[in-house]
């Protein structure tokens, strides 16, 4: 169950390497390496009303086999 509305700064993680894009006013940041592991969070920035929404990620296309 995604998590809506977080204010703009409240959102913030270390990750590395995480992939990103950008549609139509909503900035995506997916996946990449944490302190567990990989992670599967997904963090979705609405650049109209300056909030978050977390969810997660149905796979993880870049791990490793």
Known sequence: CPSQGLPALSVARE?????S?????K???AGGWG?????DRL???????????LAKLSALPWQPL
């Open 15 to 19: 990750t590395s390497p995480m992939r």
């Open 21 to 25: 894009a950008a549609s139509a006013g």
């Open 27 to 29: 900035v995506f940041f």
């Open 35 to 39: 302190v567990g592991g990989y992670t």
């Open 43 to 53: 963090d979705i920035f609405d650049t109209a009303t300056n909030l978050w929404t």
